[in-house]
């Protein structure tokens, strides 16, 4: 596989995103079915691990911790803090200084590793100052717990903003054909102070591969019941753009989702994937999208179809939204 750079580390040009093996999408599939996916990208190359401590309320750190201790120098991991599930089952979001710290020491002790290699805030807290969060984070760093530091979901001028606290070695959100709200200002700012760009759900949330026809089939525990863009209305005219793209894939010998992940690649040389999936055959095949080579003409032709404005729905609902970090997305 091609390579490219997060900070001090020489990584897989696609990396593996691990929470779908523990969380949000319907049942989990098997342990040992996940272990051997796990492996399977190890051995294809895939140098870029991401999990978090949200994903499976920690099961997905112990997942990757049980599967990969033994095969720690061969990779770079990322985990995530800032978001944490409760006793009661409920999501988290505390980006307090004493807090940060509590859960990068779990994130460690589940990963089975002494050091986590890229450790992001995973939602910025508006509560806490962004400048807080960072700087106990920078203890992280300074105490050899962590290596580097990224951030999630922010908007550039918090991305400054943290940065002038601590270098920032990547900033991870959502990017793909049908979510591209990074290229109002996030992509340049990135740029701007030398970050990596990390691009989770890429292939929009399976919607590029080009597979889910019918969102009927989808769970009450798959966390694209809530998305909009998901319901059935806004799907139906989804799927017209896909079809499209399935077309422009068979002109170049490219499956969607390879089509997605190249045109993610060749945007910008900071830019790195990060695809999940539960399928051996699905991870062979996203891999092979950086063999795939995309002239001008199919990048505009792209650019044009997936257009912002042609896309149905917005991206979250209204509680998921105010989440995100919109200042200057």
């Given at each position: 596989?091609?390579?490219?750079?997060?900070?001090?580390?020489?990584?897989?040009?696609?990396?593996?995103?691990?929470?779908?093996?523990?969380?949000?999408?319907?049942?989990?599939?098997?342990?040992?079915?996940?272990?051997?996916?796990?492996?399977?990208?190890?051995?294809?190359?895939?140098?870029?691990?991401?999990?978090?401590?949200?994903?499976?309320?920690?099961?997905?750190?112990?997942?990757?911790?049980?599967?990969?201790?033994?095969?720690?120098?061969?990779?770079?991991?990322?985990?995530?803090?800032?978001?944490?599930?409760?006793?009661?089952?409920?999501?988290?979001?505390?980006?307090?200084?004493?807090?940060?710290?509590?859960?990068?020491?779990?994130?460690?002790?589940?990963?089975?590793?002494?050091?986590?290699?890229?450790?992001?805030?995973?939602?910025?807290?508006?509560?806490?100052?962004?400048?807080?969060?960072?700087?106990?984070?920078?203890?992280?760093?300074?105490?050899?717990?962590?290596?580097?530091?990224?951030?999630?979901?922010?908007?550039?001028?918090?991305?400054?903003?943290?940065?002038?606290?601590?270098?920032?070695?990547?900033?991870?959100?959502?990017?793909?054909?049908?979510?591209?709200?990074?290229?109002?200002?996030?992509?340049?700012?990135?740029?701007?102070?030398?970050?990596?760009?990390?691009?989770?759900?890429?292939?929009?949330?399976?919607?590029?591969?080009?597979?889910?026809?019918?969102?009927?089939?989808?769970?009450?525990?798959?966390?694209?019941?809530s998305m909009p863009r998901f319901s059935p209305q806004n799907y139906a005219a989804n799927l017209k753009l896909l079809d499209q793209l399935t077309l422009l894939g068979q002109g170049i010998g490219a499956t969607p989702a390879q089509l997605a992940l190249a045109w993610l690649l060749r945007k910008a040389p900071h830019v790195i994937p990060i695809p999940g999936t539960r399928s051996i055959a699905h991870?062979?095949?996203?891999?092979?999208?950086?063999?795939?080579?995309?002239?001008?003409?199919?990048?505009?032709?792209?650019?044009?179809?997936?257009?912002?404005?042609?896309?149905?729905?917005?991206?979250?609902?209204?509680?998921?939204?105010?989440?995100?970090?919109?200042?200057?997305?």
């Amino acid at each position: 596989m091609q390579q490219r750079s997060i900070g001090p580390f020489t990584v897989s040009s696609i990396g593996l995103g691990c929470m779908n093996l523990s969380h949000a999408y319907g049942t989990p599939p098997p342990r040992e079915e996940a272990q051997k996916l796990l492996l399977r990208a190890l051995d294809l190359g895939v140098t870029l691990f991401d999990t978090a401590a949200l994903y499976g309320f920690g099961l997905n750190e112990e997942l990757l911790g049980d599967t990969l201790r033994t095969h720690r120098s061969k990779f770079t991991l990322a985990s995530k803090g800032g978001l944490h599930g409760s006793p009661e089952g409920q999501r988290v979001m505390d980006g307090r200084p004493a807090t940060l710290k509590w859960s990068c020491e779990q994130s460690l002790r589940r990963l089975q590793t002494e050091v986590i290699d890229l450790y992001y805030l995973h939602r910025w807290d508006k509560r806490v100052p962004i400048e807080d969060s960072v700087g106990a984070m920078s203890d992280l760093v300074r105490e050899g717990k962590v290596r580097t530091l990224g951030l999630s979901e922010v908007g550039a001028a918090t991305i400054r903003k943290a940065h002038a606290v601590h270098p920032i070695t990547a900033v991870q959100t959502e990017y793909s054909l049908w979510t591209r709200n990074p290229e109002i200002a996030v992509l340049d700012a990135c740029r701007e102070i030398g970050a990596a760009f990390v691009a989770f759900s890429p292939v929009a949330r399976g919607f590029l591969c080009g597979e889910l026809r019918d969102v009927s089939t989808l769970t009450e525990r798959d966390l694209r019941k809530s998305m909009p863009r998901f319901s059935p209305q806004n799907y139906a005219a989804n799927l017209k753009l896909l079809d499209q793209l399935t077309l422009l894939g068979q002109g170049i010998g490219a499956t969607p989702a390879q089509l997605a992940l190249a045109w993610l690649l060749r945007k910008a040389p900071h830019v790195i994937p990060i695809p999940g999936t539960r399928s051996i055959a699905h991870l062979e095949e996203d891999l092979k999208a950086d063999e795939v080579e995309l002239n001008d003409e199919t990048m505009l032709k792209l650019g044009v179809l997936f257009a912002p404005n042609a896309i149905s729905g917005p991206r979250y609902e209204p509680a998921a939204q105010a989440s995100v970090d919109t200042e200057n997305f």
